[in-house]
């Protein structure tokens, strides 16, 4: 897909919205994943998966599609991690894109792009296939490039009540030293009107991590807001974009991970799959 990517780019694809390109010698299928809102076949027998994950702010995409990349085998690829990876670069890019970041904004569907080619071309140089993208793609215009050029199998819509989302959000933390994640918050939604109760606990980090955990710089309850709002404005039309082909999987997280983890492994209809690796293992 980087290949075709880059073809894209280079014959002018932003504003074109043509169509130039076969994939069949990239990607054979893309076959009905869906039943009854589960996944009925996950998993594609002559390439890895190459599957989305939609989901407001703090929803836990980024944890979720680590973890199922992990499983699968395939790289979890965030456009949220490869913007921040320019920021500390410090590259020509770097100014520009820390205003919008910090501000709650999209960056360009044109930088963006640019940032995930390359990620893909290091991937495929790597020997990567497959993926899971997590926060790709982000507008409309991403949707029609990322069809263009690529079948996607599955795209799994996370969700959770906009309450959950800013208390999750604040509490982010990451470790500077080893780079893993952390949530400090306490979660506990009453079941109100119908909607069932939520409640997670915090996620904490080990005494080693403590002192250099590190708070993102667009994690501020102020532009965590601008950030639903933008996602609710831009990223909501996704779903019904990838509802109407069929591959959109609804997912009302019921908890934290624990409760979560084996309800989506149950309904990617991968729950068996984990038992077997971990035999194999
Ligand atoms: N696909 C994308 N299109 C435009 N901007 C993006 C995209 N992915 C990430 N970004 C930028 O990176 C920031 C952080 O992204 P991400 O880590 O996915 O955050 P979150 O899902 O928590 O809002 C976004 O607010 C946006 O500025």
Not at 168 to 191: D, S, Y
Not at 219 to 243: F, G
Not at 266 to 271: F, K
Request: glycine letters at 8%; charged letters at 25%; one cysteine or more.
């Amino acid at each position: 897909m980087a290949r075709v990517l880059r073809v894209a780019r280079s014959s002018s694809l932003f504003g074109l919205g043509s169509r130039f390109y076969s994939t069949s010698a990239e990607v054979s299928h893309a076959s009905p994943f869906l039943h009854g809102g589960r996944a009925s076949r996950v998993l594609a027998k002559d390439r890895n998966v190459q599957w989305v994950f939609l989901g407001c702010p703090g929803v836990g995409k980024g944890t979720y599609a680590s973890r199922l990349s992990t499983l699968l085998g395939v790289p979890h690829i965030a456009t949220g991690d490869l913007v921040r990876e320019e920021l500390a670069s410090s590259g020509p890019l770097s100014r520009q894109l820390s205003e919008i970041v910090n501000q709650g904004k999209l960056v360009s569907d044109e930088i963006i792009v640019n940032l995930l080619s390359k990620r893909l071309e290091a991937g495929e140089a790597k020997g990567e296939s497959g993926f899971i993208l997590d926060g790709f793609p982000r507008t409309m215009r991403q949707a029609e490039i990322l069809g263009d050029v690529t079948d996607i199998d599955l795209v799994v819509n996370l969700k959770l009540p906009e309450e959950v989302l800013v208390d999750k959000c604040l509490g982010r933390r990451t470790c500077n030293q080893c780079g893993k994640g952390f949530n400090v918050a306490h979660i506990n939604l009453k079941g109100e009107n119908g909607k069932p109760a939520i409640s997670m606990d915090p996620l904490l980090p080990p005494p080693q991590c403590m002192s250099k955990l590190i708070t993102r710089a667009d994690d501020t309850e102020e532009v965590v807001k601008a950030r639903l709002r933008i996602y609710n404005e831009t990223s909501q039309p996704l779903e019904e974009y990838y509802r109407s082909k069929g591959k959109l999987m609804e997912f009302d997280l019921p908890g934290g991970i624990p409760e979560s983890w084996p309800r989506l492994l149950e309904a990617l209809r991968l729950d068996d799959y984990e038992e077997k690796q971990s035999v194999a293992a």
